[in-house]
């Protein structure tokens, strides 16, 4: 039988053709696309190199953000980069029927499944290959507890909190974090957001005003867990600074973002 992600004639497959099927917009400047076509062989966690139609010659780097699927389902969590060559025309042109080729899986982004506990610390939409990685660690007999700090500007800008609210509901050893900024929304309005608002996520109550660094390096020392840190360079840089001066081993630090 023909490994995944190979030919077959024993040559091993580079690239692989998915189809968008869906493209939901969550916000102005963010979108949620999903695909299915060939099996593509990443680890969750890891990115890997997309072309679109509509910048053929451009290429840029994903985190998927559904783990390893044999039925070749892909999701994408893309945000407008001001500058960039692609993201805008991504977040905004997508269409069902677009045909992408992926390929490059690449990265050690990863939890262990039998190590110690996890702390996953996600800005924006740094979440996508933790939300990944959460769901693979849901395939295990017995998961690490796993403790997802996730951040925005604002409680609007928490774009997954319905489904993270709702993941933490069904798995016991996942906490999730929601930190924001600011408590308070920007006062010019977001029409995508209010045609995707729904009543699920998280209580005013339980959001904490901060940056993720500051609110995370309260926390102490993480000299006993596996942390992950990806979000912006911005945030990153502080964030791995903060963990660092905290008393978190830089040797248990892995990041994406800079």
Known sequence: ???????????????WTSTVVGHHRLRHDLAVIRLIGEFVPFIAGQSVEVRV?????????LSPALPPSLDGKLEFHVRTVPGGWLSGSLVADTQQGDEWRIAAPQGAFTVDPEGDEVVMIAGGTGLAPMRAQILELARQPEPPNTYLF??????????????????????????????VESLDDPGWEDEWYEQTRVDI?????????????????????????????????????????RLVETGTPAERIQYEGL
């Open 53 to 61: 139609p509509q910048q053929p010659g451009v290429h840029r780097r």
């Open 150 to 179: 996730v951040g925005g500007s604002s409680p609007r800008d928490l774009y997954a909190s319905d489904m993270l609210y709702l993941l933490a509901e069904e798995l016991d050893w996942l906490t999730v974090v929601p930190v």
């Open 201 to 241: 996520g998280f209580p005013a109550d339980e959001l904490l005003q901060g940056t993720l660094a500051d609110v995370v390096g309260s926390h102490g020392a993480f000299d006993r867990h596996q942390v992950l840190v990806c979000g912006s360079p911005a945030m990153t840089r502080a964030t791995l600074d």
């Open 1 to 15: 039988m023909t490994e995944p992600g190979a030919l077959g004639n024993g040559v091993a497959q580079s690239e």
